[in-house]
């Protein structure tokens, strides 16, 4: 069964200043999915990315970035030059099952507050 | 495109009373997905469906809740009777056919139960 950790519960950085949201997870599979989501104070959750285990090559996305790192379980998330609007909670979830009829794993969540 | 639509968006219940949640998936998608959020227990899955069959229900609490959808437009949660520990934000979420985790939710329904 997958299982997901996230350690930092709140975060709080001034506008501007890069920050990392840590995530570790376990899992008996070979091969998986890993994603991340984000819930502003609006409250619906968004998709950010996918990542696939078997592909271990650090994705960007303008001012986000991912680092997977499968020798240590670990699926980190930064966002560089932080901006107010990133204040939110980030979600990082292992999926489990099949393609068909698996299902997300959320964790705990972190909940980023950026201040101007 | 329509995102998930769910309704109503806020409900306020007395203990005791049915409550019915509402959700209408994105279109062309075949997986619903009902979570409930809590400061507690953070983000559960209650139940999930494939093409409109339940595929895993082992998150819903207990027989009070009860969930259905009888065709690929339209599922709904219901409680019955509602407690106050049923308090939460209830979230609908759909997903295309083969891909996996990429969960599109709807904007939740904030039930309040008194």
């Known amino acids: 069964a997958q299982k997901v950790t996230q350690a930092q519960t709140e975060i709080s950085v001034v506008e501007k200043e890069d920050v990392t949201l840590d995530c570790v997870y376990e899992t008996r599979d070979t091969t998986y999915y890993l994603f991340w989501y984000k819930q502003p104070p609006s409250g619906e959750l968004v998709f950010l990315i996918r990542r696939n285990s078997f592909d271990e090559q650090n994705e960007i996305s303008g001012r986000y970035s991912w680092n997977f790192q499968k020798s240590t379980s670990s699926f980190n998330f930064t966002i560089t030059a932080s901006q107010v609007v990133d204040s939110a909670v980030y979600f990082c979830a292992p999926y489990g099952g099949s393609s068909n009829t698996g299902k997300l794993i959320f964790g705990q969540g972190t909940t980023l507050q950026v201040k101007p | 495109d329509a995102g998930v639509i769910q309704s109503p968006r806020h409900e306020v219940t007395e203990m005791g009373q049915e409550v019915t949640l509402r959700c209408k998936p994105i279109?062309?998608?075949?997986?619903l997905f009902w979570y409930r959020q809590t400061m507690m227990r953070g983000l559960e899955l209650l139940i999930y469906f494939n093409n409109n069959v339940p595929i895993d229900d082992s998150g819903m609490p207990e027989d009070r809740f009860s969930a259905k959808m009888p065709n690929a437009s339209f599922s709904t949660l219901k409680i019955q009777p509602s407690e106050p520990r049923d308090s939460a934000v209830y979230f609908c979420?759909?997903?295309?056919?083969?891909?996996?985790?990429?969960?599109?939710f709807g904007p939740g329904t904030r039930l309040t139960v008194t």
């Open positions: 979420a759909s997903r295309k056919q083969g891909n996996l985790g990429e969960q599109y």
């Open positions: 279109s062309g998608h075949n997986s």
